[in-house]
């Protein structure tokens, strides 16, 4: 059991998860409905999860998922706030791209019943644990580093994008 | 800190900056402890991070956009860390997309002693030519990254390693810059700058 709760959350926490994850859960952070942006992530995960069990076929969820970290990327770093319905949709669309791009692999469905709920669980901490950091931070210094942060993830991402698009 | 004069605020983030900065700089150092190396995860990373600190033009020409930044102050200082890498990965699109550019090399050697010489001469232009100066020179820095970017699972993760490398050689620059404030740390800081134009002139003679 312990091994596919491992499965799921490295599956869950792999690199393009992350960037997509990182600059979410800084645009997040800064906005006033923030814990109510990670309940629309937690929907997205929820519906995306789903989705794979009625076992959906192959979607472009990694692309989603770029695009999602360029378009947060870019706003975290031009420090302009978009209104909360649409994080709230970003948000979404992220928690539903990263369920689809993280299919199981257990080869028995109890194991991955166990590593999609341990997934879910690692992603949601995850972006909370960025909103929460993102939250917090109140000095200018700060402020530029997150917007540093949401530059150095947009430009992962548009690279990897246009990489994929391209080849 | 609310209320404190912004004599030792500039003091106290001088100093988090400066300390932030050295430590920073002793990452590339450390030897990593992989288990398992993989271009799709750590070993990508890896990969990605000591990119730009394989040639010497591109770690000078990273810490003089910082060394730049922090001699010309509020906004550039923030403003290039934060513009440069999306330039940057204009660039690196490019290359991606095979668009022929002529003499990159050159182009990256031009912008280690370009931007050292303005750090040298303490070189004050307006920020909007300080910005257009510094982004052309990224479209050549990122271009040369972007067409060694691997296909396949370990895309992400070399490409954040090298975001990320060349983001801590800015602030690298940025840090020992800070210490311009001071009559002596400001010969230090324009030494560097001109250092850094020696390189880079020396990669344009071919001697390097």
Sequence with gaps: MTGWMILGIADMLAPTHVLAIVPLGLLAGRDPWRWALLAFFIVGLTAGSLAIAAAVRETPAALVLLVIAATAGLTVATAWQPPSVATGLLALAGGMALALNTPPQATIIGGAVIAQISGIIAAMSALALVIALGSRARAPWQRVGLRIAGSWAAASAILVLALRLAR | ?208
């Design chain 2, 1 to 208: 800190m609310p209320g404190e004069p912004g004599g030792k605020m500039r003091m106290r983030v001088s100093t988090s900056l400066s300390v932030a900065g050295y430590a920073m700089a002793l990452l590339p150092l450390a030897a990593p402890a992989l288990a398992h190396s993989g271009e799709a995860g750590a070993g990508g990373f890896i990969s990605g991070f000591q990119h730009p600190l394989l040639g010497p033009d591109h770690i000078v020409a990273m810490v003089a956009v910082g060394l730049w930044g922090a001699f010309l102050g509020a906004p550039a200082i923030w403003l290039l860390p934060v513009v440069f890498p999306l330039v940057m990965a204009a660039g690196g699109v490019l290359g991606i997309l095979s668009v022929p550019i002529m003499g990159v090399e050159t182009g990256i050697a031009v912008s280690a002693t370009v931007l050292g010489l303005m750090v040298a001469l303490a070189a004050r232009p307006a920020l909007w030519i300080a910005a257009v100066l510094v982004a052309a020179f990224a479209i050549f820095h990122g271009y040369a990254h972007g067409k060694e970017l691997p296909a396949g699972a370990g895309a992400v993760a070399f490409s954040a390693g090298f975001v990320i490398a060349t983001g801590l050689l800015h602030l690298c620059g940025v840090a020992f810059g800070l210490i311009a404030s001071w009559p002596a740390g400001r010969i230090a800081v324009r030494a560097a700058g001109a250092v850094i134009a020696l390189v880079g002139a020396a990669y344009l003679a071919g001697m390097a």
